[in-house]
């Protein structure tokens, strides 16, 4: 099924309906509902699972409003095609629900803005460290983090530069890497413990995970699922974080951590972040407060070298958080709460619908 999703972009939706009917339905699915009757359904949608799929056609078939709870930051804008459209959508926040409308001509009136449970955590956090809590440090030292990507890209090659500028500057600073752990094959030279860094070392909690990868040749997700109750230590502690486009910038500033955004062509893999900038999530990153674009790699030590000196100094971001505002919804209401309202909105606005139906068919109003 994940195939209609890649096939619809490329030939249409006339096609992907056709292919849909030829799959046939999901019985079990459809059964369980018309049993158990659900005055609304809600599904947490990966942007390419087949059971989301699925479960929007039965709510179709039997006239169930379904949400569809969009899990990512590029989802609605990089990823996902509706074949068969949702009732309505809770997204993570105002960037998500004019793609939602841009992309998918779905009436904002059926979008909800309502976060992510993943910074709904980190909030709460960070109102404990704002309170005089203190999170435990992972590492001892003081330390860069470097978070790698998914997709394919060359960060053996920035790691070196990165250890060379350490050992040239004599900086007292060691680089945390922390590969994906769900990280795409590499075109280049990719094998981490092969090379001898002075002053890079893995991050422990997905260091056995990307050994198996190595090890197996193949990514095993259920390997590396990693406890997302360590980022927020490994974040806050950190003196700033280095990571190619991902989720991982959001979060760092979340932490009100400067980041070096990779921005660059690594002259190898067409999904370097060079090419990966130009998709519209990404728009207006750079102008947030902490963000520092490198654009090119010849550049790289020098950013390096520059942040590092900056970053004994504190900096205030005043408005860092207005601007994350544009992609994560947050307020003082927890994730679940938000999420509770908006099926309860959803389904009054499906209520008003019928009656206008009703009341329309009878004549009762214009």
């Known amino acids: 099924m994940r195939g209609l999703y890649l096939i619809s972009r490329v030939l249409g939706k006339s096609l992907v309906t ?23 359904v809600v599904i947490p949608s990966s942007a390419i699972d087949t059971f989301g799929l699925d479960a929007t056609m039965a709510c179709k078939r039997l006239g169930i409003p379904s949400v569809h709870v969009i899990n990512g930051w590029d989802n609605l804008s990089s990823k996902i095609v509706f074949p068969v459209k949702p009732d309505y959508l809770c997204v993570w926040g105002n960037q998500s629900l004019q793609f939602a409308w841009s992309v998918h001509g779905i009436d904002p009136l059926r979008v909800h803005e309502i976060g992510s449970p993943v910074f709904d955590a980190y909030d709460n956090i960070k109102r404990k460290l704002d309170l005089g809590a203190k999170l435990d440090r992972i590492y001892p030292f003081d330390y860069v983090l470097f978070a790698g990507c998914a997709v394919a890209f060359d960060e053996i090659s920035a790691l070196k530069i990165l250890d060379e500028t350490i050992e040239r500057e004599l900086l007292p600073v060691t680089i945390v890497y922390r590969p994906h752990p769900w990280r795409l094959p590499r075109s280049c030279p990719d094998d981490f413990f092969a090379l001898d860094f002075k002053h890079v070392i893995m991050d422990g909690q997905v260091k056995d995970a990307y050994i198996d990868s190595k090890d197996r040749g193949t990514r095993d997700p259920s390997n590396a699922l990693p406890d997302l109750a360590y980022y927020p230590g490994l974040l806050h502690h950190a003196r700033f974080v280095i990571c190619p486009l991902s989720t991982m910038l ?4 979340y932490f009100k951590k400067d980041v070096i955004s990779i921005e660059y062509d690594d002259g190898v893999h067409i999904t370097s972040p060079h090419a990966l900038r130009r998709y519209e999530h990404f728009d207006g990153i750079d102008a947030l407060q902490g963000v520092w674009p490198c654009t090119h790699v010849s550049s790289l030590a020098m950013d390096f070298k520059n942040i590092y000196n900056l970053t004994d100094i504190f900096r205030e ?13 947050s307020d003082d209401v927890l994730y679940a709460e ?19 139906y009703i009341y329309h068919a009878e004549g009762r109003m214009p």
């Open 338 to 356: 938000r999420l509770l309202n908006a099926v309860n909105d959803f389904y009054i606005f499906k209520m008003r619908d019928f009656l206008h």
């Open 18 to 40: 056709f292919l849909l009917h030829c799959y046939g339905r999901h019985k079990e699915l459809e059964g369980y509902l018309t049993r158990t009757k659900p005055d609304i």
């Open 317 to 329: 971001k005043p408005l860092l958080a207005k601007q994350l505002q544009h992609y994560i919804y």
């Open 250 to 253: 959001l979060e760092a500033l």
